[in-house]
Antibody
């Protein structure tokens, strides 16, 4: 079964850091581009970051540029999102999603990040 | 950045009826790069349509997508109870940023 499983969410104080992980299974991970998408409570979907299969191209939404870092480990079939200088407005469910011809065809179940003092 | 505006915000229909959801882009989009997703409460989004009109694997044929340029439509024929959810359009161009519309809630 093709699956993505996120982990690493939790409660963190403003200004703090958190590292999210996305574990892939059921498919050959390395050729696929991966994304992180977030959803604030009661709000819509917001694309956060993108990384190609070879990690040569990386992009970020303006709202997280300079604070978040996406990476991947193809040998361990995982993608990561390092989040620094967290703000209250970063509170959201964070999903990882696989790209196929650009569309996001497989999503994880999400991990909740709460930024609060 | 391309802004996607979905209408209506909420659509109230009954099972068996047809739903028509619209997504308008702030600038022309290559139709290869327009997708629709369905999201139910407490769940991740699910890909329905990609390339504006191609159904994703396992999606029933009552879901169809159309459009070009700046206006795209998701049509759901013969609504089933499980179709009541929030629907998002997304453009995923040649390179990011990849923007989503604000969503249309389809309710009974």
């Amino acid at each position: 079964e093709v699956q993505l499983v996120e982990s690493g969410g939790g409660l963190v104080q403003p200004g703090g850091s958190l590292r999210l992980s996305c574990a892939a299974s059921g498919f050959n991970f390395s050729p696929y581009s991966m994304n992180w998408v977030r959803q604030a409570p009661g709000k819509g979907l917001e694309w956060v970051s993108y990384i190609t299969g070879d990690a040569r191209r990386i992009y970020y939404a303006d709202s997280v540029k300079g604070r978040f870092t996406i990476s991947r480990d193809n040998a361990n079939r995982a993608s990561y999102l390092q989040m620094n200088s967290l703000r209250a407005e970063d509170t959201a469910v964070y999903y990882c999603a696989r790209s196929v011809e650009g569309a996001f065809d497989v999503w994880g179940q999400g991990t909740m990040v709460t930024v609060s003092s | 950045e391309i802004v996607l505006t979905q209408s209506p915000g909420t659509l109230s229909l009954s099972p068996g009826e047809r739903a028509t959801l619209t997504c308008r882009a702030s600038q022309s989009i290559n139709s290869r790069y327009l997708a629709w997703y369905q999201q139910k409460p407490g769940q991740a989004a699910r890909l329905l349509i990609y390339g504006a009109s191609s159904r994703a694997t396992g999606i029933p044929d009552r879901f169809s997508g159309s459009g070009s340029g700046t206006e795209f439509t998701l049509t759901i024929n013969r609504l089933e109870p499980e179709d009541f959810a929030v629907y998002y359009c997304q453009q995923y161009g040649n390179s990011p940023p990849f923007s989503f519309g604000q969503g249309t809630k389809l309710e009974i």
